[in-house]
């Protein structure tokens, strides 16, 4: 009797940490905390990326950009003195976003090159420009792609930086930005056989993460985090290049533009769990139900190996 009480005991206790495992899985299933990841298609841009009149709704490209429908859309190509440049029409408002864009800077000299690319998040757009292809004193966020020293850095190029500008400010280009510069990475980005591409997320007035793929498809580096910084609330989305007595093939292949409703992983704090009466009283009815069941089951095996016992006596 005493082996059938304790075959009892574990049953029900095996029950009720089955029911406990599985509600606190759910509670803190991501799912059910409201996130959630809406693609802006005015923000994004894939081929042929015109349509039957030669224009795009949502973009707006000019000077010496050129359009191969399945290729790519080249701001400069491998010749002097060129700029070009790729504006959303409509201002991206989302309080938090990711842009990720594929790109490819190349060339025919091995040795010389440059001057590099830039993408914007300005208040102004499609106004040309000395830095990277676009005006100096802007306001806004630009993230340079810079391929060219154009004085003894520190650091190697191709360097990638971000500077915010605030209207008045102007762009360090005889030191490469190196006194705009909120941060910055080396990532050797240039003439890769890999597709090289950029993943901007940016969180509203908390942190803009940059990351780059260059090494291997779906690898992934840091390039740089930048915490409590603020976006102008309407800054329309840019792509530019610039070169001058060196050159390069600048092209964007693809854009994709996400609004994010959700907090940032690094600042998210667990809101804890306010519940009615009402809701604790059905979660403990939930529980009494199940080890009654449990009980009834145990109850049940009981009797029968009671039965089982007797039978086997009477022989």
Known sequence: MTALLKDLALWVLAICSIFIFVKANTN?????????IIPLRTHSLYMPYIDQDLQNR???FGADTVINTNKYIRLT???QSQTGWLWSRLPLTAANWQVEFEFKIDGNNPNLYGDGMAVWFTTDRAKPGPVFGFIDK??????FFDTYANSRQSHSFPYVMAMMGDGHTEYDNANDGKAN???????????????TKARITYYKNTYLEVKLQYKEWDEWEPCFTINNISIPTVAYLGFSALTGDVSDNHDVISITTNSMNSVPPRVQ??????????SSWFGLLSILKLIATAA???????????YRNQSNKRF
């Open 28 to 36: 803190l299933n991501p799912a059910n905390q409201g996130e959630s």
């Open 58 to 60: 949502w973009f707006d």
């Open 77 to 79: 190509h491998d010749r």
């Open 138 to 143: 802007f306001e806004g966020l630009g993230i």
């Open 181 to 195: 510069e909120l941060a910055g990475c080396e990532a050797d980005i240039r003439g890769k056989s890999v597709a």
């Open 269 to 278: 704090k667990p809101i804890p769990r306010q519940e009615s009466a009402s």
């Open 296 to 306: 009834f089951l145990g109850v049940l095996i009981l009797v029968y190996r009671m």
